[in-house]
């Protein structure tokens, strides 16, 4: 059967479509990363990230429990209960005037339903409701800090190893160069032994240098595979997942000193605000241990209906329904110092919150002091060491060009090399501590992430 002309264009356009679609999936897949999508991926995936929601939604939920105890209690029941006899009352012999007998007269059924509903509204519990919302409250408050912390952490790490493969891939680079030079070296070598030039001892050495090369590249090529498998993990991708990424080491200048630095970690660190939190909350904590030597004052409302059938409508002995009002204290007075010791404990708890407080400020001022200095390091660094490259690729021109000239010896040449290679890795690995240790240090400042 032949096709009409239509039909072969409209099915031309769907698998062209659908080619289309699909190289764009695959693309999609496995494109370049940008940092901030792969910090993005990293806490849409995170399994601390997503317990530390759920931690969030607990503490929510007991909050919204503490807040119950400021509103009334309802509460109902129904229940039966028969007697083996119908209860009745004994009236003793002569009760009735004298010389009468001793009687019994009937006093109720003996089948009896009751149903009853009550509500209790608190209006006096010495602060303790209060107290209990306010813990539980900042309970709340306490697990989002500890979700901010989480972020934090989890940004650094991705931050960390996203620069981790950028410094991989540059000492990669480096490596392949360095071993192309050997090997172009090698190449001038060996044709200066054919003519008689050198001596095969410069041919050996050179070979040597070279082999060298091999094994310092095979070396590079490994870091940057387990620099590639650890960020898929950390964006808890499959591990062999091909990785490419936009490349932004750059020595951008840290402007802030370390004052300036330190003041604003004291002011954000979650952590810091998190242990501030649990001050407060310790002292809500001392507030509510302290609510026992109070009595408990609450207004109640009664209402029920009584029958000897289950529809409680009434019996002969009684009405089917009564209700009232009643107000209610009551207090526990002594319980042999129970309760005076629960508020020393809260006391205690208290007066440990305000030194983990004072203990987690010393160590943040010193985690921000030491960030710091390595960064101010590896920026000294990436100066010194861009000076030393200019330097050392003059130094490898000279003895290359005095080599060529059979001035300058083999040994010269390789050292000189030896010294650029050096020079150059030394570069990349500054520039790549230097962005690492300015990620840090904005996780020691609590701002490495905003959103």
């Not at 009334?72 to 006899?85: A, D, F, Q």
């Amino acid at each position: 059967m032949k096709m009409s002309r239509y039909s072969c264009v409209w099915l031309l356009t769907v698998l062209f479509s659908v080619f289309f679609l699909s190289s764009s999936w695959a693309a999609g897949g496995s494109g370049m990363l940008t940092l901030d999508e792969s910090i993005d991926l990293a806490l849409k995936q995170s399994v601390l990230i997503h317990a530390a929601e759920e931690g969030v939604l607990g503490a929510e939920a007991q909050k919204q429990e503490a807040l119950t105890g400021f509103l009334p209690k309802l509460n109902t029941s129904y229940n039966y209960t028969r007697y083996n006899v119908n209860p009745y009352l004994r009236v003793p012999a002569g009760a009735l005037g004298p010389g009468t007998p001793s009687s019994t007269i009937t006093a109720g059924t003996q089948d009896n339903y009751t149903w009853a509903t009550e509500v209790r509204q608190p209006l006096f519990a010495g602060g303790g409701i209060l107290a209990n919302y306010e813990v539980n409250k900042l309970g709340h408050d306490i697990s989002r800090m500890e979700k901010a912390a989480t972020v934090q952490d989890i940004v650094q790490e991705v931050k960390v190893s996203y620069f981790d493969i950028l410094k991989a891939e540059k000492l990669l680079g480096v490596a392949r160069q360095s071993l192309e030079q050997l090997q172009a070296h090698l190449n001038i070598a060996k044709n200066f032994f054919e003519v008689g030039l050198i001596p095969r001892n410069d041919v050996l050495q050179s070979e040597v240098q070279v082999a060298n090369g091999e094994q310092t590249l095979i070396r590079a090529e490994n870091s940057v595979e387990l620099a590639r498998s650890k960020f898929n993990t950390v964006l808890r991708r499959d591990i062999n997942t091909p990785v490419q990424i936009e490349d932004i080491l750059t020595d951008r200048p840290y402007d802030m000193t370390l004052e300036q630095s330190t003041t604003t970690a004291l002011e954000n660190r979650p952590e810091i605000k998190n242990q501030l939190l649990k001050v407060d909350q310790a002292k809500s904590q001392v507030k509510l241990a302290r609510s026992d030597y109070f009595p408990v004052i609450s207004a109640v409302g009664h209402y029920e209906r009584v029958g000897d059938t289950p529809g409680v409508t009434g019996s002969a002995f009684k009405d089917a329904e009564n209700w009232y009002v009643m107000g209610q204290a009551s207090w526990t007075f002594w319980e042999w110092g129970k309760t005076k010791n629960r508020v020393n404990a809260s006391r205690s708890r208290e007066n440990q919150s305000q030194d983990f407080l004072a203990n987690l400020k010393d160590q943040v001022t010193l985690e921000v002091k030491n960030a710091y200095l390595l960064l101010k390091e590896a920026e000294k660094q990436v100066r010194v060491t861009r000076k030393i490259i200019e330097q050392a690729e003059e130094n490898y021109r000279i003895n290359e060009e005095r080599y060529k000239e059979q001035v300058s010896t083999s040994t010269d040449v390789l050292d000189a090399l030896t010294l650029l290679t050096r020079a150059k890795s030394d570069y990349t690995t500054a520039l790549g501590d230097y962005n690492i240790n300015q990620a840090r240090l904005e996780r020691a400042m609590g701002t490495i992430y905003g959103k």
